[in-house]
Structures are given as structure tokens and as C-alpha cells.
């Protein structure tokens, strides 16, 4: 006989497979010893229906105090999250202490680093019947432990699985060691309620995290839980499979699992970076200098007044940096009876953050500028300041442009006229200037910046009535110049205060004809480079610009018009407004047609070449990527097929780079969308119905046609169109957006690249 075909003649024998495998088992077990002690299953006592964790050492691989049977539970049960701290201190995310058949629940606010205590009973918890080590509360995996750990532990319970039906006769038990990446896996079986149970000795397994799947691998064992699917009316639950073999038998279990550690259900897949108590309308973002970019929320935090014995609610700024992952509170000192924060704005390059509140005197608002690099604070001039006796009150607007330059409109007090005060970007630390002349009192109607030419233009009422001039300033020299004078109008020439445009500043100009009555609304523009003016005919409405804001869309009583500083085009009578985009560097606009296709035009008036579509194709989304093409999302209700398509302007190519068979029927959705930087994919969020129900999803499609990710976000649907934004390096995305019926909004990350967060 040959030596080669000798091994495999010899693992055919059961008995030499057996030692085998005894053998490598033995090997394992002495080489997780020498890691540390560990604690193994003890039997549970026949007919005992609950019991305490034996206190033991805490070891390198298992959390807690191992799993004890004997008793009823009771000590401290401890819920904690990898890397989790306040204050800059470890702490447990929660915690359970049991007395008897009452529980004491405590959770530490991430935010305001406060525990929050409410009271339950026993029947509120996920008691095991096999062990009294390790139970659940709401979506968390609670270990017992007989004293809290100054640090983290390293060895978590990451998976614990049961019988779907109580009492359960079968547990799994996963640990998983960050420090050392290394898992390992017990059983608890009970084959009758007269029986001890069996415990397994702690197994080697593989630990694989897929999208939303976890996997368990050993000897003879597999399991699989879906974190995208809840158990039926176990709220932190999952589906689980298990698949093994015990005493020479196949067994196959479903199960309902938890999860916990890296995994728990506030990391993973998409980490929780909010309280559910996140205002809307009250969210920022910036670019810092740092490359990083900095989020920005207000939550309500409950203050005790002082001498008072009931707490009142005040509004508290919290900034989340993306590069070290944690908050940062911002309790600037506050008074008896402050509200706290208002609106909210960083700066681009996120050093900068400028805020309205009442933190000086309450109820009585000013503007402030905080400086992160030096932690220092001011409160603007002619923002909420004492005057002549009367406290001010900043009730004025104010923005950050793209070059970091803020303007906004002060209060000075009730005999004092509203008057117009910048920042220039160049010098952010800088007294605030004000424009002094020619306004006069009440006379302020609006205004607009350019960032390209660093002017500020803003509108006065002149002293005929119903008459405005428009101005401009030069943040850099000063040099104010009328721009136009005295033109008749009923309403504000200028968009919403705070606009940025490019080189054409857009207004309408109202009039009313002295004869018959008629009211005219005319479109004007100016060009900021050559001073010139175009007009539109009557009845004109402006719908969206550019990002460069050098070109503008606008609708009059004829039609819909292009207008850029290569002149005035007509579009044609397809277009739709809901669904247009510019380029990134305006030389190109599409819009789609419903259910004919995508076209688009140059910044010249020639047309595109269109992307043509049959009847069952509708667009969801369209968006800009790069300087001269777009991404469009449609749904094609033929096909049951959703289809990411790519469109060049300097190409005229439409292609699809990739599907997803996820459909938009029903009562699905889409919340929001948005090209990544580097624009390698396109991200959404939606609510999609699935087995009847809605639930909120996120998904990625790459561009380069690989496969498409989804995960599910909550098993509720949201509402709003919410937000997205990216990281600096786009391999995590920022999400905000607001469960139906609720009033707050939340925040979660997710990082694609990585399995964990």
C-alpha cells in the first residue's frame, strides 16, 4: 500500500476521526487555557426553574462571572457597548440590579452622562430557564457580574440564542474576545423537565459578519441569525437557525437570538449616534480643516433652577466628531429659566460655530460665536446687546456662506433700526462690520451674497412708497455701490434671505398698472460681472439654480426658461421642475419627463441626446455627480427592477450601472438619495413594504456594478425627506431622519467597508 493513500483510508475509520478530533479539541482547550481561566456551564439542579450566577473570576475569553444555575436571580446584571463612556470615563450602557422580585433599571444617557432610574418586575425581563447568568432587557444582552469592571470588558456575550417556545430546552452562548479576535461557543440542552441539563465545554468558533448575517462555524455546529429579520413580537430579537450535531444526532433549531458587544443593536450595522430626543430642523454639518467632518444636534436636557425642586427643559448643542467618534456637549454657561439653544451653523471649514440663545438672560436671545480650536466664546455686536437702557432681543436671520463669511441682521434695541452686519470669511475673528448707510430705519428688505465676487447685495425700501433700490457691498474693500434705484414693487425683490448666487442675482419685480389695476410680475436679473440687466415677461417665478449658482430655472406664463450668463433659453414642454439637476459646474441640466425619459440641455441651449424610456419607467431621483454627469434612480415596474443610471453631458451616454430586484410598489417610498464624494455609489433611504409591513431601509449601489447592500434600519417607517451626508473618505454615511408620528429624529452612521460600524 502506498503512504499517500494511507491517510485517507485511516479518516474514513470512526474510531481513528474520533481521536483525531479529540486530540485537536484537546490542543484547542489548552490553548484557550493558557489565555485564562475559564469558566464552564454547571448543571442545572432537575426542576429548578431559576438560578443565581456563582460569582467566579473574571477571565480573559468569558464576560461576567461565568453561568451559574443554583437559586433565583438577583445581584447586578451589566449591558455593555464596546468603547461606550461618559465623560471620558467607562461605564456600563446599562444595568439591571435585582432584589428579590424587584428590578432597578439604570441607563446612561450618552449625551448628558446621566442615569436614567425607572422600577420593573422580574416579568419585565428575558429570564433564561437554563441559567441565571445572562438575561435581556429591551434590545440588550444584560451578564451578571458581582462587581462592575473599571474597564470594558474585552470578552463579551456577543450571541445568545434560545428555544422560541418558554421554558426553552436548548441555549447557545457566544463570547467574543476583541482584544484577542477569538470566539468561543457553549450549548445548554435539556432533553426533560426532570433532567439536568447538558452543557457543552466552550467550543472554537469562527465568527463571519455578512451585511445583515451573522455566523456562527464550528465542529459539528452552525448558526446563522438574520439581523434583518425580528422574531414576531419579541422587540430586540432576531431569527435565528442553528445546525449541528450532538451524541451522533443532526439537530436543526429555530431560535430567537439577541445580540450584543460589537454587534448589539445600537452598533450594528448602523450605529446610533443621537438620543431619540434630537430636535428637527436642527442639524448641521461641516468640513473641518482637519479633513473630518463635525454633526451638529439639539436635544431637550432636563436642569434643576436653582433653589427649585422641579427640573425644566432646555435645549442643549451637542457636536459628534466623526474622527474620534464621540460627542462633545456644549454647556456654555446658562441662567434660571434659559431655554437654551435656537438655530445653528459651523462654519465650512468647521471651526467655527455660530449659534442664537437665551443663555445670558432668559428668554432674551443673542448671536454667539464658539471657536473649537481655542474653546472660546463671544456674543456678537449688534446681536443681542444692551442699548439705551433696553435688552435687546436677536431676532434678525442669519447665514454662513461658502467662503465662511456670515451676515446676518441685527437687533440693537427698540429705538435702534434693524441694521445689516457681516463677518468676511478671511478674517472669522474680526469685530463685526455694519452697513450703516443708506439704510435708515425699518428700511431693510433683504438680501443675497456672493461668494465668486465677495459682494453682498441688499435691498431698501426708498422714501417713495412702495419703491426699493438695490445695493452692493464689497466685503473686502468696503465700496458700496447702487446697483439699482427706485423700481415700483409689492414684495420682496430679493430670494429668502440668506441666498447665495453666482454671477446672476434673480428677483421679481411687482407692479401694478395705474389704470386698469393689474398687478405685473416681472423676472430680473443682474449680471454681477458686467453690471448688465435681463428681463423676462410677466407672470415669471424662479424654480431652482445651479450649485455655482451662475445659472437659474425659471417659469413664466409662456413657459419654462433657462437662464445662464450665455443667455435666456426656452425648454421644452416636457420639463419637469420636481426632477431636475444641474452639473456640478453648470454646464448641464436634465429633468425628467414622466414615463418618456431623462433629457438635458447645455449651458448654450443646445439639447442633449435623450435617455429614452418606455411606460412602465419612472424616475425616483435625479442627482449630480462630478463636474459634468448625473445619477438617476428609477423604478421599472416591468421588470420588479430598480436600476441606478449613469448620464454624461460632455458623453451624451445614458447607462445603467446597476440593479437592485427591490421593487417601489405598494406604499414604498423614497426618503432621500445622494451620491457619495468620491462618487463610487449612490446611497438611499426608503421605506419599503415588506410581508405587509413598512420599514425603513438604507441602501448602497455601487456604481461599478457590484452588488448592492441593504439593511434595515427600523422595523417602523419614517417619515420626512431626512439627510444624508458622507464622510470625508465616503466609506461612512451619516443618516437623519425621523420615525412616523414621532416629533424627534434620530441619527445613525454606518460604515460600509468594515462589517462593524
Known sequence: MKTANLWPKLWRSHVVRTLSICVLGAALSLLYNNCGRLELLRPLAPNAKSATATPGTHTQMTGGDGVGFEGKPDGTYLRYLPEFACEGQSKPYASLVVNGTQVTYEENDPFQC????????????????????????????????????????AALVEVWCQAPNAPSDFEMIVHYNRSQKSAVAQLITLSTPDTKPRVTSQLAVSRMIQNQNVTIEGSNLSLSVRRDAAFPNRPGEFLGAFKGELDGQSISRSLRCRLGG??????????????????????????????????????????KDSGESSYTESDHLYVFSEKANSHLRLDFAGVAGSTGFGEFRMSPDGRFLYYRSDQEKAHSYALYQYDFATKTNRRLAGAGIDGGGVRAMFRGGFQIFSDGTLVYISDLNSYQPARLAYISGTQPLALPKFIDSPLIAGQLAGFAYSAKHRQLLFVRRATEPGSMDLFSLSVDTGLLQIRLRGYATSTPIVPPDGAEIGDLLTWQKVSQDAVSGLVMKEAI???????????????????????????????????????????????????????SV???????????????????????????????????????SLLPKGADQAVALVYRSDLRQTQVLELSGTLETCEVRNRLPMPFEGASSLLSAAVSPSGDALTFTANIELGGALNFMVYRVPLGGEIPVGITASAQPHSGSGQIFFSSDSRRVFLLSTPAGAWTHQIFSWDFLSPLR
Open 114 to 153: 446621566q442615569a436614567q432610574k425607572s422600577e420593573l418586575t422580574l416579568a419585565d425581563l428575558d429570564i433564561s430557564a437554563l441559567q441565571t447568568s445572562i438575561m435581556g432587557y429591551k434590545e440588550g444582552i444584560f451578564e451578571h457580574f458581582s462587581e462592575t469592571p473599571k474597564e470594558i470588558p
Open 525 to 579: 436679473s443682474l449680471h454681477l460681472s458686467s453690471g448688465g440687466l435681463l428681463a423676462s415677461g410677466p407672470g415669471t417665478t424662479w424654480l431652482t439654480s445651479s450649485r455655482d449658482h451662475s445659472s437659474l430655472l425659471m417659469q413664466t406664463s409662456s413657459g419654462i426658461y433657462l437662464r445662464t450668463p450665455l443667455g435666456q433659453f426656452a425648454l421644452p414642454t416636457t420639463f419637469s421642475p420636481n426632477l
Open 582 to 620: 444641474f452639473s456640478e459646474d453648470s454646464r448641464f441640466l436634465w429633468w425628467a419627463a414622466e414615463n418618456q425619459g431623462i433629457f438635458g440641455v447645455r449651458s448654450s441651449g443646445e439639447t442633449l441626446k435623450p435617455c429614452g424610456f418606455n411606460s412602465s419607467t419612472s424616475v425616483l
Open 262 to 303: 460589537e454587534l448589539d443593536p445600537r452598533l450594528w450595522p448602523l450605529q446610533s449616534v443621537s438620543s431619540l430626543f434630537v430636535k428637527k430642523s436642527a442639524f448641521s454639518a461641516s468640513r473641518a480643516e482637519s479633513g473630518e467632518r463635525r454633526f451638529g444636534f439639539v436635544s431637550p436636557y432636563l436642569m
